[in-house]
């Protein structure tokens, strides 16, 4: 609807203007589909310690001697190096672009598969791990980064949430295959997985906006019309791209880090690192890592192996739905049905522990434990499994997403790190129903921070994003605010 005014009469009156309507095209599909299969990449790599070390530990299959030590190391030397990857891949993502950048992970990510598949020592596999880590580290941040500024905003989040779909199907693969091959097979497995990858990778664009803030508005409206298909007029999106590059520009400072410590830009870092925080104070992390021991310390008559694969269904299943319902019930309510859930299930799992340790009966409960950690698995990959990274792409500023983003994911992987290698010693000091008890308050206490500090970014462009957040007023394009989009391939 806009308002028009008659010129003789200077009364304004409203006449009906037909909107133009976002289309999704394939362009944009295929885009978020070859970032995912970067992310698959990423899942299975992620996985791979947890079914690998159990031949890899056994003398019988491996020529080379892996202690416990070692064997703690070939686990949790990836946190350390997605915490490296995590901090260089900002300023790549601003220097090399979004595209370049996630491009360069796939031949390093065949190369450490390689490494660890033909090893001949304990060195090699240690090498793998941490160049595998590290390209995880620079592509947990450059995935949402690449899609957060090409897809447009009434599918931004279920597109966004393809990449943590194909991660999930990635640690799906690892843990079945896993129960076939040993640990060498796994890993060449591992290096065929990114070739596709590589190759779909050539045939998408840089992001308009990388282009926009490296004055190159040609390639900028080429990028633009690739994504919005040949018959879209992408002008005014363009435009606005440029208007807010130039407003970022004037209020940008030589020094990085004085830039993310100006009190606007502030308030989105902060609510991206209060995210990433939750979502791995939340234990998941030592929950995965540590499946068949917990199932095996439960009683349970289930095999663990079996619990691995069946928690890994259950992970790909609930972002599927999430995908279904992000861009229809929003990013909050799945953030508070993901909370609930793991606060519930975790004070439940506590109680099981906590009874079993005091020596009264729970033989006839050992289905308690698979229970809970479906319900768990399930509420954590509805919402905070995949938002926090999601939202870190479209909250974060576009002068400071890229120092911005390398921080919260340098953050998160730094959390992972922390709750992987001390959740055992949590076991040990508090029990295992302390340990789950004091991951469900800090659930809780995230409950609250979702509903005081989140915001919803639900069909909103980044521009608007940003304006809110921020406290500027910024004109928007037509583009912008487009209406429900015709699906159209």
């Known amino acids: 609807m806009k308002i028009l005014m008659r010129a003789d009469t200077h009364v304004s009156f409203a006449v009906p203007v037909e909107e133009p309507k976002a289309i999704c095209t394939f362009s944009q599909v295929l885009a978020a589909l070859s970032v995912s299969l970067g992310s698959l990449v990423v899942g299975f790599v992620s996985a791979y310690t947890s079914p690998a070390l159990v031949s890899m530990t056994n003398r019988n299959m491996t020529s080379f001697e892996v202690t416990p030590q070692a064997a703690s190391w070939v686990g949790g030397i990836m946190p350390l190096a997605g915490l490296a990857g995590g901090i260089a891949g900002g300023p790549f993502i601003e220097y090399l672009g979004r595209r370049n950048t996630i491009l360069a992970t796939a031949i390093p990510f065949i190369v450490s598969s390689l490494l660890i598949a033909c090893a001949v020592n304990v060195a090699m596999v240690l090498a793998g791990r941490f160049l595998a880590g590290f390209c995880v580290g620079i592509a947990s941040l450059s995935l949402p980064v690449y899609l957060g500024e090409t897809v447009q905003p009434e599918v931004r989040g279920t597109l966004g949430l393809l990449p943590t779909a194909f991660g999930n199907i990635g640690i799906l693969l690892c843990f079945v295959a896993g129960t076939y091959m040993d640990w060498s097979m796994l890993a060449f497995l591992g290096a065929a997985l990114p070739v596709p990858f590589l190759i779909l990778m050539f045939l998408i664009p840089e992001t308009p906006r990388w282009f926009v803030s490296r004055g190159r508005e040609e390639k900028a409206r080429k990028a633009l019309s690739w994504l919005r298909g040949k018959e879209a007029d992408v002008e005014p999106e363009l435009k606005g791209l440029m208007r807010s590059q130039a407003d970022a520009d004037r209020q940008a400072t030589q020094n990085k880090m004085m830039e993310l410590l100006k009190r606007n830009n502030l308030k989105p870092l902060s609510i991206s690192l209060g995210l990433m925080f939750f979502q791995q104070l939340s234990g998941i992390n030592a929950v995965i890592f540590y499946t068949v021991s917990i199932f095996k310390d439960a009683g349970s008559t289930i095999d663990g192996n079996l619990c691995t694969i069946i928690v890994g269904i259950v992970n790909f299943m609930a972002t599927f739905i999430a995908t279904l319902l992000i861009d229809r019930a929003g990013r909050k309510i799945l953030l508070y049905v993901s909370n609930i859930a793991m606060i519930i299930t975790l004070f439940v799992l506590g109680g099981f522990f906590y009874c079993k340790s005091h020596g009264q009966d729970v033989s006839q409960l050992g289905w308690l434990p698979l229970s809970c950690f479906v319900i768990y ?30 921080v919260a994911t340098a953050f998160n992987w730094s959390c992972t790190f922390v709750v992987t290698k001390t959740f055992q010693d949590m076991i040990d000091f508090m029990g295992a129903h302390g340990a789950f008890w004091l991951f469900g308050s800090i659930c809780f206490i995230g409950l609250f921070f979702v509903i005081l500090y989140v915001p919803e970014t639900q069909g909103k462009t980044l521009e608007d994003i940003e304006r809110k957040m921020m406290g500027r007023v910024r004109r928007m394009s037509s583009v912008a605010n487009m209406k429900p989009l015709a699906f159209n391939m």
């Open 377 to 406: 698995i399930l509420g954590f990959s509805l919402g905070f499994g995949p938002i926090p990274w999601l939202m870190m792409g479209e909250i974060l500023p576009s002068k400071i997403r890229g120092s911005a983003a390398s």
